[in-house]
């Protein structure tokens, strides 16, 4: 096993605290942030002059078609997968003659990928890549990655989206002013499933209770049904309606058993979901899952391997 070490100092007036990070050719990592640190990060990446960021913002030719492209970049990069098989890989077969210019964001988005994945960088740091494409072009990038690991190639994933984080890598990150702080997996996730799943904790009616948030100097009552999610924001719970957060005074575990009887359902170490606003259950090529919230942000949560049973036993699937 290979890898490739970021390591960057900073002085103390800079945004981004002192970075050491090992990237592994066994698997994908993730670093998740805000958009002013992960610009911060950035921009230290490129000051190092050895790394390229993939972010989809240049290198194609608009007044060229789909396959023009892709035949270009795979005689450039000197490319030894056949190119039908490269068209294939990223589901461009079908729009090789269509202009680029015509392409959808998705579309768009998947001949990046191709291009990325042709050129002969070492490691792959790609930012946002997942931001606003189709369920079909996001599981077309977890098989790249897939490739990509299978190739020993390191690649760093840099997002703005914990469920992003998540789902695209092996291993996450939290990039905040005192550093690096690992996202713990739980431990049954990452073992396969060799116990049967314990039966769905039934749903009951329960009665009038608001739960209390806080905002500023102020304390906000919640109606259980008003709630999309709750999730974990170091260490402590964050209960998101709408896409906006709101601070609670306790845990994840601490406030999970009091929702229970409300329909709510711990989904992942990170998350607990109000069931009754979960929209659609998304199964990834990389054998994770999500859940879209029905919100005006159509969110997407991440629910952990171990837990798609139990969703599944609320939800009388078969």
Same mark, same amino acid.
Request: hydrophobic share 40%; proline share 4%; net charge neutral.
């Given at each position: 096993m290979t890898s490739y070490k970021l390591n960057y100092e900073t002085v103390k007036s800079e945004i981004l605290p002192p970075i050491s990070l090992h990237l592994h050719d066994s698997h994908t990592t993730a670093i998740y942030s805000d958009t002013d640190m992960q610009a911060e990060l950035i921009d230290k990446i490129l000051r190092n002059g050895d790394i390229t960021i993939f972010d989809r913002k240049d290198g194609l030719y608009e007044r060229l078609t789909v396959g023009d492209n892709v035949t270009f970049y795979h005689k450039w990069f000197g490319c030894t997968i056949p190119l039908p098989e490269i068209l294939v890989m990223f589901e461009l077969h079908t729009c090789t003659k269509k202009p680029l210019r015509k392409c959808t964001h998705s579309e768009l988005a998947r001949v990046y990928y191709a291009r990325y994945f042709m050129t002969n960088t070492y490691p792959k740091?790609? &930012? #946002? =890549? +997942? &931001?606003?494409?189709? $369920?079909? @072009?996001?599981?077309?990038?977890?098989?790249?990655? &897939?490739?990509?690991? #299978?190739?020993? @190639? =390191?690649?760093? $994933?840099?997002?703005?989206?914990? #469920?992003?984080?998540?789902?695209?890598?092996?291993v996450a990150y939290r990039l905040q002013d005192k550093g690096l702080l690992k996202i713990e997996v739980d431990a049954e996730e990452k073992e396969e499933d060799t116990d049967e799943e314990e039966p769905a904790p039934a749903l009951s009616t329960a009665k009038l209770f608001k739960v209390p948030a806080k905002i500023e100097d102020k304390v906000i009552l919640f109606d259980p049904t008003e709630i999309d999610y709750i999730e974990s924001q170091d260490g402590k719970a964050m209960i998101v309606v709408n896409h906006e957060s709101f601070s609670l005074d306790s845990t994840l575990t601490e406030i999970e058993k009091t929702l229970e009887v409300y329909g709510f359902y711990r989904c992942h170490r990170s998350y607990i979901v109000n069931l009754q606003k979960v929209r659609e +259950? $998304?199964?990834?090529? !990389?054998? @994770?899952?999500?859940?879209?919230?029905?919100? %005006? #942000? !159509?969110? @997407?949560? =991440?629910?952990?391997?171990? !837990?798609? &049973?139990? +969703? %599944?036993?609320?939800?009388?699937?078969k």
């Open positions: 740091v790609f &930012q #946002e =890549p +997942i &931001q606003g494409v189709d $369920i079909k @072009t996001i599981n077309i990038f977890l098989n790249m990655l &897939q490739k990509l690991t #299978e190739n020993k @190639t =390191p690649t760093l $994933i840099l997002v703005s989206n914990m #469920e992003h984080a998540l789902l695209l890598s092996d +259950i $998304i199964t990834w090529s !990389k054998n @994770t899952y999500s859940l879209r919230i029905d919100n %005006q #942000e !159509k969110s @997407t949560i =991440p629910l952990a391997r171990t !837990k798609i &049973q139990g +969703i %599944q036993d609320m939800f009388n699937l």
